[in-house]
């Protein structure tokens, strides 16, 4: 498995409604987050992040070698005007990496303010083909947030009729409505999506009526809620296609599911690009998959990635988190004196796991709790594996009564999960590549250079010339230790390059005090003012 030949590497984009959120992605290994401030958010119901501290937090992911995106994407009115042009001045003041706009004027008012501020086209831009596209590009935009309801053929049509970066959602909820552009909200309970309020009418039990007769369905409650998004088996597709960037939905979940969900499509990059063989990569694959799977997922698929199949999309039964199914009920019966839940097992189970039994219309009657005790074959056990029949009690709160045969059963937490992305993503985060290259000859100050991974340059002059050594010149091996110091920034020297006459030396406080001004003027390049 590897990366397609020529293809450049997208980034992963993460979602942060919170700082805790913001900090589990960066952990996990993102590449860019996005979230909103608190106005003008399509995900108003998050906690969002003030305007007033906008420039640290700007600082404190570019420290990390992470791109900030800020959401300015709702309907704005008129009389907002006057607040959302100091909510453009202060992101480009901030020297925010992009804004994600929908509404037109919104994209105008911006490129007025802000020329040279990078600006990407919402999902909710609804575009949808190449003209499209070309229309976003032509009121300023850089990048254009695909519609979600196209498919890898579309995509492919779109990226041979047009050069513009494309961005794709790979994972999270999907909306019944296209591509979040919905007015059920509003009508229903006055609370308008396209002014981040949505009531999220989808998740809502409905009876389909036809010609005005009830169609009867005992089970399928659920006919608008689609299920989840994940897509990370298709991201060398995707490579290929020369999308520039895998974009998770969930800007309302918490750190967890952010964690789990970047490192999954983390690990879907990194492991194009190993030596492994080949049938452990699809394993190591489905490790994380399962992890963020568990972590939140309303059952899960391609989504349109693969085409219209509404009948996968929409399956009816259920609305909400359920995480894996774990296996089948057999119904109940005492155990030891206590009343269990028989199941016939497709994934591990052990003490502590949440289930969920599956009820009936709307969910009605569905039993769910935290696992307290299993028994396989009548004896007690900490753990039961796939194939096992197991017998769980849910402990003295859970009353079980009769339960039907054959409703699915599913396992809605895992501590060991939790503890599994905890470790993953609790490892220093990789540092920026630095290319560095220091030269100068005796009687002349050194200069000092950086490339970093990325892009950004810089250039220093030492304070203090090179001189004749008596004894002991400065070593290349030695001036690549000392250079390589970098404490607590984002970078590491990847490469180095010494180009000093072998002869020379210079004062140790002068190179430390190089090094650090090469470091602060890398920040400084990573931390753009958009401001005219």
């Not at 999907?174 to 919905?182: D, K, N, P, W």
């Not at 206590?338 to 189970?349: H, S, T, V």
């Not at 969910?363 to 709790?369: A, T, V, Y």
Request: glycine fraction near 10%; aromatic fraction near 6%.
């Amino acid at each position: 498995m590897s990366r397609p030949e020529g293809a450049f590497r997208p980034e992963v984009l993460a979602p942060a409604g919170d700082a805790e959120s913001m900090r589990a992605a960066v952990r996990a290994g993102a590449d860019a987050v996005y979230f909103g401030l608190s106005s003008f958010s399509a995900r108003a119901r998050a906690t969002n992040f003030p305007l007033e501290t906008l420039r640290d937090t700007m600082r404190t992911l570019h420290e990390s070698g992470v791109r900030g995106y800020v959401a300015l994407n709702t309907l704005v009115f008129d009389d907002e005007l006057p607040a959302l042009e100091s909510a453009i001045r202060g992101c480009a003041a901030a020297g925010v990496d992009a804004l994600i706009v929908q509404d037109i004027g919104v994209a105008r008012l911006v490129r007025e303010i802000a020329p040279n501020m990078p600006m990407h086209a919402s999902t909710q831009m609804t575009c949808t083909d190449a003209g499209s596209v070309e229309f976003a590009r032509s009121i300023g935009a850089s990048r254009v947030i695909l519609a979600r309801e196209l498919s890898l053929d579309d995509i492919a049509d779109i990226r041979h009729a047009t050069d513009m970066e494309l961005e794709v959602f790979v994972h999270g909820a999907l909306c019944i409505a296209y591509s979040g552009q919905c007015l059920t909200s509003e009508a229903i309970g006055g609370r308008s999506a396209n002014r981040g309020a949505c009531a999220q009418a989808c998740r809502l039990p409905y009876r389909l009526v036809v010609d005005g007769e009830v169609r009867a369905d005992e089970e399928r409650a659920f006919l608008l809620s689609p299920e989840d998004l994940e897509a990370s088996e298709l991201v060398p597709r995707l490579i290929e296609l020369g999308v520039r960037s895998l974009k998770i939905e969930g800007r309302l979940k918490g750190p967890d599911y952010v964690a789990a969900t970047t490192h999954l499509y983390r690990s879907a990059l990194d492991l194009l690009e190993t030596d492994s063989p080949s049938d452990e990569v699809p394993a190591a694959l489905c490790a994380a998959r399962t992890v963020a799977l568990q972590t939140y997922s309303r059952g899960s698929g391609p989504g349109f990635l693969r085409g219209v199949d509404h009948q996968r999309l929409v399956e009816g039964l259920g609305c909400d988190h359920r995480g894996l199914a774990v296996g089948v009920g057999l119904g109940t019966r005492r155990v030891r004196g206590k009343m269990a839940i028989g199941l016939r097992l497709e994934r591990p189970l052990a003490r502590g796991d949440g289930i969920l039994v599956e009820g009936g219309f709307g969910g009605e009657g569905e039993l769910g709790g935290r696992v307290w005790s299993i028994a396989v074959g009548g004896v007690d056990v900490h753990g039961a594996s796939p194939g096992d029949e197991a017998w769980v009690w849910l402990g003295p709160d859970r009353p079980v009564a009769d339960l039907p045969l054959g409703r699915r059963v599913f396992k809605t937490s895992d501590p060991n999960a939790s503890k599994e992305i905890a470790a993953a993503v609790g490892r220093e985060r990789s540092r920026i590549g630095l290319a560095v290259r220091v030269t100068g000859n005796i009687g002349e100050a050194p200069i000092f250079e950086a490339v970093a991974a990325g892009g950004a340059r810089a250039r220093v002059e030492g304070d203090a010339v090179l001189a004749l050594a008596h004894s002991a010149p400065l070593t290349a091996a030695a001036a690549r230790e000392k250079i390589g110091r970098l404490g607590g920034s984002p970078f590491f020297v990847e490469s180095f390059a010494w180009e000093v006459d072998p002869r020379a030396i210079v004062p140790i406080s002068s190179f430390n005090r190089a090094r650090r001004r090469l470091v602060e003027a890398l920040l400084a390049e990573r931390e753009p003012s958009w401001e005219t």
